[in-house]
């Protein structure tokens, strides 16, 4: 008896969850995240509680939201199992959840692909407008995706929509970010010594981040304008008592059927550029969020507005990662040009891991049990969700926007 139960002890932690009181059971797997700085883990300890309240079970590669804040201790007792080998999370795993995959993770989403198996289903975001080839090897190796960040923004998927969850905490961060390397306070203060005017903020686009920094900015005592293209943000930003900054270039085709932005002409970009300038040289901060989903984000500000700020200004650019708003932004870095420093932040919503994770926990499982059917992963492909998140099944890119982009060259 001894000899045949000490292999089974030496085995990794998740060895014996594929069945569950003589059930077999949906498997949901949690690796670490490799993405260089990502600290955010895919599944919280009380999104594992819920899930399994809808008969899933969950395995999570030990220290898996170590750098988060929720300690392996704290999955095992929420009644997940814990495993200390990557390569056996994805063995036995018929679900893979992770904050960044395939495209949204360039230097590590092959590796995760070789230790994946036929059939096996991965959700994760994964930016596939703007990285193909990730999907296209995703679908040579029969594996259903679905990427988070091309969720609908509908009234039925509002509880699925990582980006606005992320966004919002980005742009909570930036207004930080600011206000720690402006050489000023943003409130208004009255002393003896003489009275302190406060801050002007000029927050560019007026979607989930930017409505979150104008709430932030103000909160901070900052006087705050704010401009979006969209007729609609203008009743958003007045709400938390900002000014909306008109210019008569304001289109109603500034967003697709989807909820997301679009890019607009060259010549339109140049007309706001110039109508902006005499706003951006009166701000001392400025936060921009303009970005659309797989393109190049568009160029707002230009280094002529940037040279026009006064020293001591900052710019904070949301959009960063798909080259930023500025023209001066490097992704990464922080640089002073003529006194005025442009701030290029990446991944900010990694920055603060513990509450980014349970947003984005609370999104997965939700995406997850909108396809869960008596515990078995049914996706229903009428369903919009399904439809507008899915990238490849069957051996096959089936997301149409992907599909068009690939051209004769999608399987």
Avoid at 127 to 133: K, R, V, W, Y
Avoid at 165 to 181: D, E, I, M, R
Avoid at 369 to 376: A, E, I, P, Q, S
Wanted: proline letters at 6%.
């Amino acid at each position: 008896m001894r000899r045949s139960i000490l292999p089974l002890l030496r085995m990794p932690r998740c060895f014996l969850l594929r069945q569950v009181e003589g059930r077999t059971v949906v498997l949901i797997g949690v690796p670490k995240e490799t993405f260089p700085g990502e600290c955010r883990v895919a599944l919280v300890p009380t999104a594992v509680a819920h899930l399994k309240k809808a008969k899933l079970e969950v395995v999570v590669e030990e220290g898996a939201g170590a750098l988060a804040g929720f300690p392996d201790a704290a999955y095992q007792h929420a009644g997940a199992a814990l495993c200390d080998a990557r390569a056996k999370v994805f063995a036995d795993a018929d679900v893979i959840v992770q904050v960044r995959g395939l495209g949204a993770n360039p230097e590590g989403w092959r590796a995760d692909l070789d230790l994946a198996h036929a059939d096996q289903t991965f959700i994760a975001t994964m930016d596939a407008l703007g990285s193909m080839e990730p999907a296209l090897e995703a679908a040579r190796r029969n594996l259903a995706t679905f990427a988070l960040d091309l969720t609908p923004r509908i009234t039925r998927a509002q509880a699925m929509d990582v980006l606005s969850s992320q966004a919002n905490l980005a742009g909570y961060k930036a207004v930080l970010f600011a206000a720690n390397a402006i050489p000023k306070i943003f409130p208004m203060l009255m002393t003896a010594a003489g009275t302190i005017t406060p801050a002007k903020v000029l927050v560019v686009g007026a979607g989930v981040a930017g409505l979150q920094a104008i709430a932030t900015a103000r909160r901070l005592g900052g006087v705050v304008s704010a401009y979006d293209v969209r007729p609609a943000a203008k009743e958003q930003v007045e709400s938390l008592g900002a000014r909306f900054v008109q210019l008569p270039v304001v289109t109603e085709a500034a967003q697709d059927t989807g909820g997301y932005a679009k890019a607009l002409g060259a010549e339109f970009y140049a007309r706001q550029a110039e109508l902006m300038t005499q706003v951006v040289a009166e701000s001392d901060v400025v936060i921009t969020t303009a970005a659309v989903p797989g393109q190049k984000a568009p160029i707002l500000i230009t280094r002529p507005m940037v040279e026009q700020m006064q020293p001591g200004s900052v710019i904070v650019d949301l959009a960063a990662e798909r080259g930023g708003n500025c023209e001066l932004t490097q992704p990464g870095e922080t640089l002073i040009h003529q006194g005025v420093t442009v701030m290029g932040p990446l991944n900010l919503s990694s920055t603060l891991a513990h509450h980014a994770s349970q947003l984005f926990a609370k999104n997965i499982s939700a995406f997850l049990l909108n396809m869960v059917k008596d515990g078995k992963l049914q996706p229903d492909t009428q369903d919009e969700i399904v439809c507008e998140t899915q990238l490849t099944a069957g051996g096959k890119v089936v997301h149409p926007k992907l599909r068009e982009r690939l051209g004769s060259g999608a399987p």
